[in-house]
Each structure stands twice: as C-alpha cells, then as structure tokens.
C-alpha cells in the first residue's frame, strides 16, 4: 500500500503523456513536429527550465476541447491515486491556452468534468490553482484573472510559473492584490531557477501561503531560519529538480539536510510525464537516493495533508 500523500505542485498541462498527446493530436487533426512517441520521448533531454517549458508549451497544441482537458485530468488522477495520493492542488496554465485561442471556459469547464467527480470516481479530493505566467506582461495576468471570473467557485487560488529568472515576484503586485481581494489563496514558484531574494519577495509583497520549489533557500541561512520559524511550506519537486538540472543527481539533492534543518518540506511531481515519474515515484526515488527513513517519509506525507488548503475536517478524511 502506498503511502497516503497530498500533491501540492502539479502542473496538469505536465501530465500529458507521449501515448495521450499522440491520441488528442489525431482526435483534432492536430500534426506533431514527431514521428512517434518514441522520437518525442527523446526529446525529453533538458538543459534546463526554459528548454523544458519550450517542449511543454508546444505539446499543449493538443489541447483543444472541454473534452481533452477531462481526459488529460483523468489520466492524471488515476495515476496519482494508484500511486496514494488522496488529495491533488492542481495548477493550470490558462494564458498558454488563451493564446491559441481556447477560451477560460473549455478549461475550466473541462478539468472540472474530471474534478468535480474524482472523489468518487478516483478517491481523490481536488483543488484548482490557476497559475499566471511570469514571462508574461502583468497587464496579462491582470487580464487572466479576469476572465477567470465567472469561475471562481472552481479556482480555490493563484500561483506564478514559467520562467522565473528576470520575472521577480513584485510584477505581480498588483494581480495577487487582486487575487487575495476576490478570497483565492496565494502561492508562487521561487528560488527553482531565481534567487532567494525572490522567495523573500513572494512572502513580503505577494502574501503567499507556500512557496512552490524554494530550492534555493539553502542559500540564504537567514531565510531558512524564517522559513522554520513561520513554518513555510515548501513543495519540492526532487525528479524535476534533476532533469532541470537545478541538481546534479538525487544524490546532491539538500532535502534531507532541509528536513534537518526544520523545513516544512513537501514533496511533489512538477510535470510528471517529462520528468521520469509521479508523486509516488518521488517518494521512492529519494528513499532509494538519499536513505530517508520510514519516519522522514511519513513526515513528508503528514506535511502534505497539514500544507494543503484542505479544511480541517477534510483533511483528516483524506488521511
Ligand atoms: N517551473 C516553472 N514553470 C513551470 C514548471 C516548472 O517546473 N512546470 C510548468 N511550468
Ligand atoms: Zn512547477
């Protein structure tokens, strides 16, 4: 039985596997720049963030109808509930369908076909978090949240991804402003590729709740020490961090001198279907890499559960 886990950083535009992506491509006509799903695969060799998100947003192109997002989204949750996870916080991209003309409803609409039934249907409670694109103009994400507004009884927050060097968090002052106005809940990518000054601004001036990689903390002992001290969660993503070459290997990976430290880590996927494995497939990974200890792994579950945005009640019935 695998251990019960939530997943708190899941990009669902990263879960779309070779096998998926050549299905949808047929089903709309869509042509692929790949012969197979063999050739596509060994694409799959990152230098690092930015050559990752090139491939993902041009997979994306897929991506076309209510129907493939439910389809993308339930193919997930399966996976993700085979290996024990119970709980998914799920990001969403919207402004990298929105450039190719798929509306914010075919989305939302869409993964909540998926969503909205998956306890039922998978076992798994769910939250939706749509995700701004920090290489983007602060005027667009001001924009996305906007049109996200009739949906909002699905969306529980906002994060910030894409590529993060040059994109400090203070551009988007203004849109989590915003955001925190409307009741969503807050929470950003820092310190994956950028500097822990960026993890610094994401609390001061963005408010959020978790901090989504926060690699690069270790960094800066006066920030680890605030980090322990306001029990930030951190959701560490291990198997991205080696296929973005943030790390060497596993083995180099600083999680168990972070838990050691006092951080509230979690660990997550990222994009599973690029980067070698889901939530599960993490855990296993950095017991084999790094020796965790049965005690350590089940403190990396319970911090899961107690990092989520699940409510209390809820939270003791996913675990
Ligand atoms: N980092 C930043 N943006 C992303 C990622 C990531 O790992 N995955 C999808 N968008
Ligand atoms: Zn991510």
């Not at 879960?15 to 060994?42: C, I």
């Not at 919207?94 to 039922?120: D, F, I, K, Y």
């Not at 076992?123 to 701004?132: A, E, H, M, N, P």
Request: aromatic share 8%; with cysteine; proline share 5%.
């Amino acid at each position: 039985m695998p251990l019960p886990k939530a997943e708190l950083h899941l990009h669902i535009e990263g879960t779309l596997e070779p096998e998926l992506a050549f299905a949808l491509a047929a089903r709309n006509g869509v042509s692929l720049p790949y012969a197979d799903e063999d050739a596509l695969r060994e694409a799959y060799r990152f230098a690092d963030l930015q050559s990752f998100l090139n491939l993902y947003y041009e997979l994306m192109a897929v991506l076309r109808t209510e129907r493939d997002f439910e389809d993308l989204a339930n193919a997930y949750l399966a996976r993700a509930a085979a290996q024990g996870v119970r709980h998914a916080e799920i990001f969403f991209d919207p402004q990298a369908h929105l450039a190719r003309g798929v509306e914010m409803g075919t989305v939302v609409e869409g993964l909540w076909r998926a969503l909205g039934s998956s306890r039922e249907n998978h076992g798994v409670s769910t939250r939706l978090i749509l995700c701004f694109l920090r290489d983007e103009s602060a005027e667009s994400a001001m924009a996305t949240l906007d049109a996200a507004k009739p949906y909002l009884d699905r969306i529980t927050g906002v994060g910030l991804d894409s590529a993060e060097v040059g994109h400090p968090p203070v551009k988007f002052r203004e849109v989590y402003e915003a955001a925190a106005a409307l009741g969503l809940r807050r929470v950003a990518h820092a310190g994956e590729e950028g500097p822990p000054e960026y993890v610094v601004e994401a609390l001061d001036v963005l408010g959020v709740e978790r901090i989504d990689h926060g690699l690069r903390s270790v960094e800066d002992p006066a920030l680890v020490e605030r980090l322990v001290r306001e029990r930030v969660p951190l959701t560490l993503c291990p198997l991205s961090n080696v296929r973005l070459r943030t790390v060497d290997t596993l083995a180099d990976h600083p999680l168990p001198a972070m838990l050691d430290a006092g951080l509230m880590c979690t660990v997550n996927s990222d994009d599973p279907a690029y980067f070698g494995g889901y939530a599960g497939d993490n855990f296993d990974a950095v017991r084999e890499a790094l020796g965790l200890t049965g005690e350590r792994l089940r403190e990396l579950a319970r911090n899961s559960f107690l990092a989520s945005f699940l409510e209390d009640d809820e939270e003791l019935r996913a675990r």
